[in-house]
């Protein structure tokens, strides 16, 4: 049976409401304070409301979150590649989850107010001895997400770590082949040079903050868990190859 709190952020006017709140409080860091650049919001005007999985790199627990609820709620009153003056928090768009990190949502106030925000808990760790080890979803995991997209938007971060060129996870790769939903690619920038690692305080003003939607994935949804993995860590450049390609631009730099 699901828990209260899990019944809560199923009902779309408790997550509006928390959306108001939350957007309310996080604006003036997005727009006043920093500089937010946004683009390809016309890759995402005319989706469907359901199967629709967006993949993103992640820079902080919650600023990246927050950001694209309200991308979201933007694009829903015609707004293009910007905000603008928010009155669209009064009704905002409400038919999106994201996968988070159980460990990260649990403790806090805050963070048990971005769980009714519509969070889909996953357990990243297990503790073996005194050591935290890494692991792949479980199935309980797995359906949580698989529910979600049967009617709703769901923002996912395969790296499932704000660790940069950290590689992806092999769970998104499955949910993409069992679920075959439209898949996003969204690139994020400048996000932990403004916020702390939690997103949620001010750590520099005036920062370039990037968030780019590009287009929908050809994917071929029966090849290899491997292969369509690799075209998600390219697409969110967070491959190799674009581990290098900094590398070298940076060596450049300081030459």
């Known amino acids: 049976m699901a828990s209260f709190s899990e019944r809560l952020k199923n009902i779309k006017l408790i997550r509006k409401l928390v959306y108001l709140l939350v957007g309310s409080f996080s604006y003036p860091g997005l727009v006043w304070f920093n500089k937010l650049k946004i683009s390809g919001t016309e890759n995402i005007e005319k989706l ?11 820079q902080t627990y919650f600023a990246d979150v927050i950001t694209f609820l309200h991308i979201f709620s933007a694009v829903k009153w015609r ?7 928010p009155y669209y928090l009064l009704n905002p768009f409400s038919n999106v989850y994201y996968v988070a990190a159980e460990e990260t949502m649990k403790g806090s106030l805050i963070s048990r107010l971005f769980t009714l925000a519509g969070a889909l808990t996953v357990k990243r760790t297990w503790v073996k001895g005194s050591t935290e080890m890494r692991r ?10 698989t529910n979600a997209l049967e009617d709703s938007w769901v923002i996912t971060f395969p790296q ?12 998104t790769a499955l949910i993409i082949k069992q679920t075959r939903p439209i898949v996003i690619p969204v690139v994020i920038n400048g996000f932990w040079r403004a916020f702390n690692k939690k997103g949620l305080k001010l750590k520099k003003i005036g920062t370039q903050l990037t968030v780019n939607f590009k287009k929908p994935l050809n994917i071929d949804y029966d090849a290899p868990v ?25 060596g450049k730099v300081e030459a």
């Open 48 to 58: 469907p409301q359901n199967k629709v999985l967006f993949v993103s790199n992640h």
């Open 79 to 85: 707004k293009k590649n910007r905000l603008g003056i």
């Open 136 to 145: 792949g979803l479980d199935p309980s995991d797995t359906r949580k997400i």
């Open 160 to 171: 499932g770590t704000t660790k940069p060129f950290a590689p992806g996870r092999k769970g």
């Open 226 to 250: 491997e292969t369509i993995l690799a075209q998600i860590m390219d697409a969110i450049e967070q491959s190799k190859d674009f581990m290098m390609k900094g590398a070298q631009h940076w």
